[in-house]
């Protein structure tokens, strides 16, 4: 949908600003209660979910022009979504996070670009990854492993790196635990190998819509020609791509993160731990796993009234509120390794603080995108835990980044590197 | 108007260049406001202000507010900003964003006050205030609220208001940036003997700096004030459970949580009275019932059932048990009991069986069940489901809001707010909930004698004809009142009224005069009239 579709949402915002806050009831401290990372960074009003709809209103009114802060409004923003959770405590039909996404493709359409974005969009244009490398380095963490190459060989179950592991050489032990767990329990997976090409999914976030629609139809082209029936990924943005957006153009596949692939394995009994991490770990939820890990519930329908001016919608309309995410698995999982303890931060689910790194923040302000690490680091130190534990490779590279800046002591992992110690 | 180079530099050498900005889509985000589509205006923005300025100190705000003195300019601050009351109300008005000066200074104890500053939240303190075994009083319109805001610049009634006061009762000492640019320290601040009293040793300015009403953003920047807090008997975080939207928190031994329904209005006014007599109840208010009589029993179903939305409303309105629930829950309220000892909320209890039995009220029997206990629990200590408000239509517009003794309201406010709101929900551009749509703090001060009724109009702020509908209603509304012998409310002051028709509303307030002793405190206190014009006071003085 256009800007210009969710006027109502626009005018329908009360700007109670309750999408500043975690959900109100959650608060359990002074600390710890802001749930947007722009408006605590940016400040003015106008770097809120709220201020962002007005802004959105006033352009589509012709109150305001194209400004050089116009564009860090509508960028400066990890588009995390928690704010659109905190507004739907409320409100079935506030759609915030749809407004801010709008309003970037709507940008982009008018060539109200940021250079940052721009050098990344034409690496991915050209090289089909968000991470400025050579498509030719795209397989290497894949080197030596015998797995089936879906180029050529079909299987029922596609690992898909995604490009921060792919080309992240910290990472790429990642990517081989999972495709050798998933061997080990007898699945038939194969990798796309150098062949692989982004999810498309960030290009979404930063409102290229047209460079997502391509990279989705060829993966979903991909996949298919591979008998593909399962689609597994250990990147949270990749997850949400393939699992929210996908599915709106078609796409039926089966899409499991590999932590919920590992939290099958172990209830069936197919990994079984064998040794103890005696470690107090907490646990972040990467946003497109948590809040925005809720599957994609197809509707077409029209808002109708009743009672005069009761807002309803016919047929019934679902609401993605990030209540139903991927949160239980993670967890479960964490709790199963022998020794391991399991302390919550105070903002977690779908009220979670953002790692920093999405939306194109980390592309284009740095500081902004480390600056929101550390507030989650702050979070994660003040529980007592040794660990900071994420299942995004994403989110762990910006921990790691910001720990690096900041002599932080706290220890870093992905999920899975933890079941692969304790196997 | 457009800020001189000159004046908009001498405002970024006090804050810095990252804290002003007079861009167009900056400034347009503060315009925008709730209600605001009410006003003469038609829009949902408020006049544009010339900049936005986030000052991070009381010595900065003190710095904006004399330079506006030195250029004859206006300024306006807000702390969270809610409502057309935060923005400018006319042209020519510098914004002050207090978020920047956010930190909650203090929580004595021993003394039962915290100091905060003015970007700290109703919720933020709650929480901090219950792991010391105390609550704050959270108004009316939700924990997501100012603090400071409320204590200083509005009215300030809240659910809670019965057993932890009004916000206006709850204002201990405070730092004040006065409209001149001086610095005043109320109360015992003001005698260097700390924060704990509001009235001396030292100024004791409560009256002249807020009032009843509240200064409204046009009397100077409060920048620090001590609030009285209050016992919590309840646990030092109070857990919640549920998905999102059906949060909820288990009830603790010593609590209690409500819907008491009675057989006439006469009655329900008798419960009140009985109530503030017996001193029970740790909150006390009408909340559901602000999504009308005819829908309340069905909506609130969402927060019981995560997998409901609005779209099931009708559905849920023609089950059995809502059907019962909207019968039975005529004329109710909330009632949370809370026990600091067992005998105590063993006390409570009896009383009000009691009250019940002397008045024929009773517990609402669908509302005791365990899941809608702990959502009404929940709801009503943290006022954390605010936003239920804009829930049905888009949006809503308070009327009739008037305070008074529990007979007067429901004898006298009552009739004509249900008479003007039920023949324009007939017309169709406004939600049909009912003719009770009313929401009322059984309390508007702490122990009790003066409550509130505050009859909810829901209309789409989208649909051009709703707001039409709206204003229709606001207008009648607020007739009514003036035939009543009774002043508009919050439906004059969105729909921006003329300087006569608003002199005549206020000429039905209960004590008129106050209106010409706020405009000589106006004259006095703001020489140069750098405050926003939202001050309430006559244009003249007339007594």
């Known amino acids: 949908m256009a800007l210009e579709d969710y006027r109502a949402v626009m005018e329908r915002c009360a700007r109670g600003s ?5 959900p109100l009831a959650h608060i359990k401290s002074w600390r710890f209660a802001k749930g947007c990372p722009s408006i605590e960074y940016g400040g003015f009003h106008s770097y809120s979910a709220t201020g962002r709809l ?15 802060e116009l564009l860090k409004i509508a960028y400066k923003c990890q588009v995390c979504g928690a704010c659109d959770v905190s507004c739907k405590v409320c409100r079935d039909v506030m759609e915030t996070l749809e407004v801010i996404r709008a309003l970037r493709v709507k940008l982009v359409e008018d060539g109200q670009l940021l250079p940052e974005h721009m050098y990344v969009i034409e690496n991915l244009r050209k090289e089909d990854n968000m991470m400025m490398k050579s498509k030719a380095e795209r397989g290497k963490w894949a080197e030596g492993l015998d797995v089936k190459d879906l180029t050529k060989e079909s299987a029922e179950v596609v690992f898909h790196a995604g490009c921060h592991i792919s080309f992240d050489e910290d990472q790429w032990k990642l990517a081989r635990a999972a495709v050798n767990l998933l061997k080990n329990a007898g699945i038939d997976v194969g990798i796309m190998g150098k062949d692989e090409a982004c999810c498309g999914g960030k290009a979404y976030d930063m409102g290229y819509r047209g460079e997502f629609t391509k990279y989705a139809q060829n993966n979903i082209e991909a996949w298919n020609r591979a008998g593909v029936k399962i689609v597994v990924t250990s990147c949270s943005d990749g997850y949400f791509a393939f699992n929210r957006l996908y599915p709106q153009l078609g796409s039926r ?18 990994i079984k731990f064998s040794k103890t991490i005696p470690m107090r770990v907490t646990y972040h939820d990467p946003c497109h796993l948590g809040r925005m890990g809720e599957p994609y519930i197809p509707w077409e329908g029209i808002e109708k009234k009743i009672r005069g001016q009761i807002i309803v919608h016919e047929p019934s309309k679902p609401i993605m509120r990030g209540g139903n995410g ?10 199963s390794i022998p020794g391991l303890e399991l302390i919550e931060m105070e903002r977690v689910k779908e009220y979670s603080w953002c790692c920093g790194a999405g939306g194109g923040v980390k592309e284009a302000y740095p500081d902004f995108s480390l600056w929101t690490a550390k507030e989650r680091l702050e979070e994660a130190k003040a529980t007592g835990a040794e660990a900071i534990v994420s299942a995004c ?8 980044d910001t720990s690096n800046g900041n002599g932080e002591r706290m220890k870093i992992y992905d999920i899975i590197e933890l079941v692969q110690q304790a196997i | 108007m457009t800020l001189s180079r000159e004046v908009y530099q001498a405002l970024e050498d006090i804050v810095g260049p990252d804290n002003i900005s007079d861009d167009p889509a900056t400034l347009d985000s503060y315009a925008f406001q709730w209600v605001a589509e009410l006003s003469q205006r038609g829009s949902k923005f408020m006049p544009r202000p010339e900049a936005a300025l986030l000052p991070g100190s009381t010595e900065e705000v003190q710095a904006i507010v004399r330079t506006c003195n030195r250029y004859k300019i206006k300024c306006k601050a807000f702390s969270t900003g809610w409502g057309p009351y935060a923005a400018p109300k006319t042209d020519g008005v510098i914004q002050l964003d207090l978020r920047r000066m956010d930190r909650i200074l203090e929580i004595d104890e021993k003394n039962m006050f915290a100091v905060v500053e003015p970007y700290v939240i109703g919720g933020q303190l709650q929480a901090e205030a219950m792991k010391v075994g105390l609550n704050t009083h959270i108004i009316g319109a939700g924990s997501s609220c100012s603090v400071i805001a409320a204590c200083t610049s509005f009215l300030g009634p809240g659910p809670d208001s019965i057993y932890m006061g009004h916000s206006s009762e709850n204002l201990l000492a405070m730092e004040w940036v006065m409209p001149t640019g001086d610095i005043l320290r109320t109360g015992s601040l003001g005698s260097g003997a700390g924060w704990f009293c509001g009235e001396g040793p030292g100024p004791s300015l409560r009256g002249i700096a807020r009032g009843r009403r509240g200064a409204w953003g046009g009397l100077g920047v409060f920048t620090k004030c001590a609030v009285k807090l209050s016992p919590w008997p309840g646990p030092a975080v109070m857990p919640v459970e549920g998905v999102i939207p059906a949060y909820n928190s288990p009830l603790p031994e010593n609590f209690r949580a409500y819907t008491l329904a009675f057989p006439t209005w006469e009655s329900y006014a008798d419960a009140y009275n009985k109530i503030y007599d017996a001193e029970i109840g740790y909150i006390a208010h009408r909340q559901f019932n602000l999504l009308g009589e005819e829908v309340w029993p069905a909506y609130i179903m969402r927060f019981i059932d995560p997998t409901k939305t609005t779209d099931d409303l009708e559905e849920l309105l023609r089950l059995p048990e809502i059907q019962k629930l909207k019968v039975e829950g005529r004329r109710s309220f909330q009632l949370v009991l809370a026990g600091v000892t067992p005998r105590d909320i063993e006390y409570q209890k009896k009383a009000l069986n009691e009250i019940l039995v002397e008045t024929g009220g009773r517990i609402v029997s669908k509302m005791a069940e365990p899941a809608m206990e702990r959502f009404t629990l929940l709801y009503l200590i943290k006022m954390c489901f605010k936003e239920i408000n804009m829930g049905l239509a888009g949006t809503y517009i308070g009327t009739f809001a008037q305070h008074g003794t529990p007979d007067f309201l ?37 122990g009790g004698g003066d409550c509130t009724f505050e009859q909810f109009c829901h209309y789409d702020p989208h649909n051009k004809e709703s707001v039409r509908g709206a204003l229709a209603y606001c207008a009648d509304a607020a007739r009514a009142a003036r035939e009543r012998g009774m002043h508009g409310g919050l439906e004059d002051i969105a729909r921006e009224i003329s300087k006569e028709e608003l002199e005549e509303s206020r000429r039905h307030a209960p004590q008129p005069i106050i209106y010409a002793f706020q405009r000589k405190i106006k004259e006095a206190f703001d020489p140069n009239d750098i405050g926003d014009g939202s001050y309430i006071a006559t244009e003249e003085v007339k007594y």
């Open chain 1, 54 to 68: 007005a802004v959105s209103l006033s352009l589509l009114e012709g109150r305001i022009n194209y400004t050089d």
């Open chain 1, 326 to 335: 991927i949160y239980k698995q993670p967890r479960e999982v964490l709790r």
């Open chain 1, 253 to 270: 596949f089966e899409v499991l993160h590999t932590v919920e692939f590992i939290h099958r394995l172990i209830k069936k009994g197919k």
């Open chain 1, 393 to 400: 490779p994403w989110c762990e590279r910006n921990f790691i």
């Open chain 2, 410 to 446: 429901v004898s006298h406010l009552r009739p004509a707010a249900e008479e003007a709101l039920g023949r324009h929900q007939r017309k169709g551009l406004i939600a049909d909930t009912g003719a009770d749509s009313m929401m009322a703090a059984v309390s508007g001060i702490g």
């Open chain 1, 18 to 22: 309750f999408c500043k806050w975690i």
